[in-house]
Structures are given as structure tokens and as C-alpha cells.
């Protein structure tokens, strides 16, 4: 079964710390957790604390102990446990699907994925199709199972990239602005690993 702490790990080396850039949707945003999209995380009382410090700030914030155990926690409340990362029987779909919904949203995370098996269910044959609408549950982890118990991971994890790549195209198209943000992007769709072929 995949474990939190290196879908964590890679996320984390992708994210960086405290940024306030008025062209982010998200504004405010520390390792991704964005205030205005998170704005009941309690860990921004502790970072406008820790913003007093003055020229301690930013680098407080990844020294401060609490604050990196709060961030912790909610990533994994947030992005890894409405998925059900624990009971996903493969590292790499299970950090994908992890990086991704932190980047766009647990619900479009899960949407590409049963996209993405729908497609690979051999119209029918594999697994019955799964309803596309971002709610993870048991259909959905039983369609995962069955896939890869008999395809290889890879195809799956290759239309789950096409798939954010895609979005982002369309983002980018629709909001021109954001382009500052493509080679970022770019990079983060295939930033997890393919599994071995």
C-alpha cells in the first residue's frame, strides 16, 4: 500500500515555502496551501505570528516545529485521506494522485483518474465504467485494484498526466496571465516517476 510520507516528501521538493504573488489565484501560499483557498487552516494564525519576527521571516516558518507538524497533518487530511492514499495498492499513482490534487484539487485529482481508467477498461471488459465526478469511493478504488492487477501501471499514470497537462492548456488559455506559471507546470507533470516499464 503507498505511504504519506514520500508522496509528502516529493510534493514538498515541488512546492517550496512562502510566497505572496498577486498574479496566484491562491495569493498568500505556503508549500501550496493557498489562503484564499484555504482559508480555515489554522496554521495561518501561527504564520502571521511568526511574520512578526520581522527579518526572521520567511525562513522561520520552515524552522518552527509546530508549524511544520500543523502543515504536515493538514496535507494529509486535506489531499491524501479523501482519496484514500492509504489503500492505494501503487506508490506512484498514489503520489500522483496526492501532487495533483494539492496543485488542482483532490476532486479533479479523482476525476483524472476515473477518466483515465474509463479509458483503460477495454470498453467494459476490465471493470464497469466508473461515474467521473471527483468523489472517491469504493467503485473507484475496486476499478483501481482491478486495473492493476491485470495492466500495467504505467498507462494509467501516462493518461493521468495527458490529462493534467491538458487542463493546465486550457487554463492558461482561458486566463493568459497565468503563462508565468507554464514552465512550472509543465515540469510538474511529470514530476513524480513513471512506473518501471
Known amino acids: 500500500m503507498a505511504n504519506f510520507e514520500q508522496a509528502y516528501e516529493i510534493t514538498m521538493g515541488h512546492e517550496g515555502g512562502y510566497v505572496n504573488d498577486r498574479d496566484d489565484a491562491g495569493g498568500e501560499t505556503y508549500k501550496g496551501v493557498a489562503r484564499k483557498m484555504n482559508k480555515g487552516w489554522e496554521g495561518w494564525k501561527r504564520l502571521d505570528e511568526l511574520k512578526q519576527e520581522g527579518a526572521a521571516f520567511p525562513k522561520n516558518l520552515d524552522d518552527d516545529e509546530i508549524f511544520q507538524e500543523d502543515i504536515r ?10 482519496f484514500w492514499g492509504d489503500d492505494i495498492p501503487n506508490q506512484s499513482i498514489a503520489s500522483e494522485m496526492f501532487d495533483t490534487g494539492v496543485n488542482m484539487g483532490v476532486g479533479r485529482a479523482v476525476k483524472f483518474l476515473q477518466k483515465s481508467l474509463n479509458l483503460l477498461n477495454r470498453n ?3 471493470y464497469r465504467e466508473l461515474v467521473v465526478d471527483g468523489a ?8 483501481l485494484e482491478t486495473y492493476l492487477e491485470r495492466d500495467h501501471p504505467k498507462y494509467l499514470f501516462k493518461l493521468m ?3 493534467q497537462g491538458q487542463h493546465y492548456i486550457n487554463y492558461m488559455t482561458k486566463s493568459p496571465k497565468q503563462e508565468k506559471y507554464a ?15
Open 73 to 82: 497533518r493538514f496535507y494529509k487530511q486535506r489531499y491524501w485521506d479523501p
Open 124 to 126: 467494459g471488459a476490465l
Open 136 to 143: 472517491f469511493g469504493g467503485n473507484t478504488l475496486e476499478a
Open 161 to 163: 498526466n495527458i490529462l
Open 183 to 197: 514552465r512550472g507546470w509543465l515540469n510538474r507533470v511529470e514530476f513524480i516517476k513513471s512506473p518501471a516499464s
